[in-house]
């Protein structure tokens, strides 16, 4: 999504596939068996994460729709895949043209078409869904607002679509050591998610059990597991952007506790200094297919 910063996105990348659940679309896989590939259209798509984390695991023809509102991002999404392609044995070929950038990717176990497309999901909610395709995003959910994503449920059941999303932040934050500081810093991070987004009050924190909800609303039978990130001093630089990026959030929400929230976070920078800090943030994978 536009403001998500390329360096962010990549520097996330490996605790979130460290994170994913054991929650696999079983049934996305099999929801388009009678069709040669299996489409899937990923909301949010930034630089491709998730096409790098699923396609392999889908491990059957493809046809992927990366979509998102900043198309510097989706421009990077070549690179990214084709620098994790190469490690892993994969070829990138271009394809498509100006009108609809894209690549493929083959090797011994994968055949993906991948398409990208610039849209305002905000506006569009989806690009067009094929039937019986597969519906997913990584952490998208919790930016988004209820009604946006009752929206998009009633457009996925529409389109037989099976859903998987990944990473949705539901509001748990846990460190270690202690600190007084954390519960209220804590508290004002969460009231900071439910501000709009862009997409109208944001779910925030309550965005997983909405997203249960919604979609069961259109049929679905629905499913969820937990997809935690656990950071220790080896993920230092991203412990770090999480700590400044929360100070940042909670003065926001109560500009009037700067001065304690600064001394809270002069701690917690001590804290990576010695290398002792360890994060949890808790995310959860939902998933769903319509039987």
């Known amino acids: 999504m536009s403001g998500f910063a390329a360096e962010w996105l990549a520097q996330r990348e490996a605790a979130d596939r460290a994170a994913r659940s054991a929650l696999p679309p079983v049934e996305a896989v099999g929801a388009n068996r009678e069709h040669d590939a299996l489409d899937v259209v990923d909301l949010g798509a930034g630089t491709g994460a998730n096409l790098r984390f699923l396609g392999p695991w889908i491990a059957r023809r493809q046809r992927w729709t990366l979509a998102d509102d900043d198309p510097h991002l989706l ?55 094929p039937r019986g395709s597969l519906v997913t995003a990584s952490a998208l959910l919790d930016l988004v607002s209820e009604r946006w994503l009752r929206a998009l449920a009633a457009r996925c059941a529409k389109a037989k679509a099976a859903v998987l999303f ?7 934050i846990d460190l270690e050591p202690a600190d007084d500081g954390d519960a209220r810093l804590r508290a004002l991070v969460n009231r900071h998610q439910r501000r709009d987004k862009g997409f109208g009050p944001a779910l925030g924190p309550s ?75 808790g995310h959860t994978d939902v998933a769903g297919y319509l039987p």
Not at 84 to 92: D, L, Q, S
């Open 207 to 281: 965005a997983p059990a909405a997203a249960l909800d919604c979609f069961a609303g259109e049929g679905y039978v629905m499913s969820s597991s937990r997809s935690d990130w656990r950071l220790g001093p080896e993920h230092a630089a991203l412990q770090r952007a999480l700590v400044d990026g929360w100070l940042s959030a909670a003065r926001e929400a109560a500009p009037d506790e700067a001065d304690a929230l600064d001394r809270w976070q002069r701690r917690r920078h001590a804290d990576l200094a010695a290398g002792r800090l360890r994060i949890v943030v």
């Open 166 to 172: 990944a990473l949705t932040y539901d509001g748990r």
């Open 75 to 129: 421009a990077l999404a070549r690179s990214a895949t084709a620098e994790w392609a190469a490690a892993h044995g994969i070829a990138v070929e271009d394809a498509g043209g100006e009108s609809a950038p894209g690549f493929v990717l083959r090797g011994p176990e994968l055949e993906c078409r991948v398409a990208t497309v610039a849209v305002d999901l905000a506006h569009v909610v989806a690009p067009e869904l």
